[in-house]
T-cell receptor, first 112, second 115 residues
Framework: DAGVTQSPTHLIKTRGQHVTLRCSPI?????VSWYQQVLGQGPQFIFQ???????GRGNFPDRFSARQFPNYSSELNVNALLLGDSALYLC???????????FGDGTRLSIL | AQKITQTQPGMFVQEKEAVTLDCTYD???????LFWYKQPSSGEMIFLIY??????QNATEGRYSLNFQKARKSANLVISASQLGDSAMYFC????????????FGQGTELSVKP
């Protein structure tokens, strides 16, 4: 069975640009979460969606937004990119809130 | 506020020996889950083991076991018979079930297995 897939794997942008990251959950998983991991730290929670509704939002500015589609795939959008947005962005899916989250390989975003 | 603390930034262990990675947590909620993840240098986050706050027995998954001491709020990961492939970052994480299951991660422990 396919795991969580994320695209693209790497991305280079400049300050002020916009980026869209994509995630396809494991088949049957209805919950998708996004995390940001900067170098040397643990992942930080950004968003969680369940059945296409936002269930949680971390302490990130409004430049960050996300949505979940009817097929449970998800997009993370970041506007007006800053140098500090350079990080590994991880997507995770799970069967439900009490089930383990399974992560994709991440998207490495570099801002120049 | 909930918090995960991993006090060991780096650990070394000899191949085939057992190693314990420490994790303490802070929450006032009675219902929560504790997770351990492994992150190799390639970056993917691999789920290892889960312990629910109401589980009576310590969780085990192959060579991994979780030493859950609820009164001390600790959830240490024990890896038995270490292998070279176990060298990686290890993260402890907690989920409060009344908050939809979002994960709060610790800072991680970098484990190096020596041949």
């Amino acid at each position: 069975d396919a795991g969580v897939t994320q695209s693209p794997t790497h991305l280079i942008k400049t300050r002020g640009q916009h980026v869209t990251l994509r995630c396809s959950p494991i088949s049957g998983h209805k919950s998708v979460s996004w995390y940001q991991q900067v170098l040397g730290q643990g992942p930080q929670f950004i968003f969680q969606y369940y059945e296409k509704e936002e269930r949680g939002r971390g302490n990130f500015p409004d430049r960050f937004s996300a949505r979940q589609f009817p097929n449970y795939s998800s997009e993370l959008n970041v506007n007006a990119l800053l140098l500090g947005d350079s990080a590994l962005y991880l997507c995770a899916s799970s069967l439900g809130e009490r089930q383990p989250q399974h992560f994709g390989d991440g998207t490495r975003l570099s801002i120049l | 506020a909930q918090k995960i603390t991993q006090t060991q930034p780096g650990m070394f262990v000899q191949e085939k020996e057992a190693v314990t990675l420490d994790c303490t947590y802070d929450t006032s909620d009675p219902s929560y889950g504790l997770f351990w993840y492994k992150q190799p240098s390639s970056g993917e986050m691999i789920f290892l083991i889960y312990q629910g706050s109401y589980d009576q027995q310590n969780a085990t998954e192959g060579r991994y076991s979780l030493n859950f001491q609820k009164a001390r709020k600790s959830a240490n990961l024990v890896i038995s018979a270490s292998q070279l492939g176990d060298s990686a970052m290890y993260f402890c994480a907690m989920s409060r079930f009344n908050q939809g299951g979002k994960l709060i991660f610790g800072q991680g422990t970098e484990l190096s297995v020596k041949p």
